[in-house]
């Protein structure tokens, strides 16, 4: 200011220099000249800035966050800094403030209003956050809340960044009544519009209950962190006066619930650092936004070498499970296997790695779980893996060792076709590159929804242990031979397996493009998606399709 008016440091009234600043704010106003007045209003508002900043950084006060450590939780600003690359966080909004004066509100005003947002980067990547400060009243969601996170989303739509929710609340703030339903609503309907457009993840890292379980649910990952965190549409109280049943908070929506029987969550962790590791983990495998291309990292260079264990993984008897996560792991570079849904659906395996560098996404039947099966879980669970690969243009590889789809009333009555129909649907939609090697059995209409041929699989492989048939040999000379008993039926089960059961049938039709060495599968899926990467295939224009949902 005085260098804006042309006057030197030597210059400067006694009254406005640092051994003069007593006497200038022991005056009144209307004793002071123009300049020292504005000088001293300055002042005043830098003040009120430190004091507002200080608050903030606070949230509730000393005592409320040794309450928050003292249930293991960190607060939302240590969580920030864990997770985002050091010095790169930009806050916004940090002096907003609720507007609501019922209930002595205006009397609980805390800059800041109890959510934290921003910009930063994960591995010099942009990403934009909010992290709710349960300290602040809770970590309920009013109206200005709202505004902060649905800001921070509308800007990551506008540049094209991952959304990352690190949610920490006790749901909506009554005092604010409809204003805080309504902004549950405009986050709800960003979160389907960056559906597809940007990466989604949540973080359950504390409380999420009533209508806060559906932002979470409409995003794309969501992560838990075990004895801390809990997700449900209503607690045990209401359960207990509603159903008379007796449940926990963990009973009810802990992480072991959502990871293991309903599938809502994705991962599960220790402790609220693991939870933030595992998130920089996830987000190094995603491209920013479905305009980028994933994001590579070097590769081994070893793409050309034979990976001989390959050879021996698949047991020669046909009735003998193996691990296919050995399969996956001798494939990817550097063993690096990032598994989504690791304890949901285990006769299903999803997941993303690198082939040379390059993100793709990988499922998997898995022998060692129900034979590997189709259910409806696993159905339901590979569909969504997919279709999100589809979206952010990230290649498919599929390791098919499939018996077909599980039987029995639980199925049946639980619309095995319609779930199932989900995953074959998801297949056959998806454009982006799609890799498939069958490793043992494909039987059956499970054979066809395992991105087959027939669903615009790009190339299609199988070892020569492969089983391609309508069923296996036993059941199909039973059918085929009834009446047949004994060593005849025997001799007609062998038949069949030299007829059927085998990848020739296949390959003469050109269902399967090559049989190959195990050891190989390695370097041909590398070729291949280098030869795939100019691939360009469009759906019929239309709205949208109508997934059988």
Known sequence: LLRSLGRTHTSVPVALTR?????LFNRPLSAMSDLEAHVRRSEDVQDRLDAMRNQAMIGGGEKRIEAQHSKGRLTARERIDLLLDPGSFQEYDMFVEHRCTYFQMDKKMISGDGVVTGSGRINGRLVFLFSQDFTVLGGSLGEMYAKKICKIMDKAMDVGAPVIGLNDSGGARIQEGID?????????????????????????MGPCAGGAVYSPALTDFTFMVDQTSYLYVTGPDVVKQVTNETVTHDELGGAHVHTTKSGVAHRAFDNDLDAL???????????????????????????????????????????????????????????????????YAKNIVIGFGRMEGKPVGILANQPLSASGTLDINASVKGARFIR?????????VTFVDVPGFLPGTVQEYGGIIRHGAKLLYAYAEATVPKITIITRKAYGGAYDVMASKHLRGDIN???????????????????LHRGVTGEELAEKEEEYVKEFSNPFPAARRGFVDDIIVPSST????????????SKKISNPEKKHGNIPL
């Open 19 to 23: 051994c003069g600043a007593a006497s």
């Open 388 to 396: 999100f690969c589809d979206c952010f243009n990230i290649p498919v």
């Open 522 to 533: 390695r370097r041909r899926i590398v070729e291949d998606l280098w030869m795939l990467k």
């Open 277 to 343: 590791h595992g998130v920089r983990e996830l987000v190094n495998f995603l491209p920013s936004s479905n305009r980028d291309v994933v994001p590579e990292l070097e590769g081994p260079g070893n793409y050309e070498e034979d990976v001989e264990a390959l050879n021996v993984l698949v047991p020669k008897d046909p009735f003998k499970a193996y691990d296919m996560k050995h399969v996956i792991e001798k494939t990817v570079d550097f063993g690096d296997f990032f598994e989504i849904q690791p304890n």
């Open 180 to 204: 805080s339903l309504a902004g549950y609503a405009d986050i709800f309907q960003r979160n389907v519009m960056s559906s597809g457009v940007v990466p989604q993840i949540s973080v359950i």
């Open 461 to 479: 492989y199988a070892w020569p242990s492969a089983e391609i048939a309508v069923m296996g040999a036993k059941g199909a000379a039973a059918i």
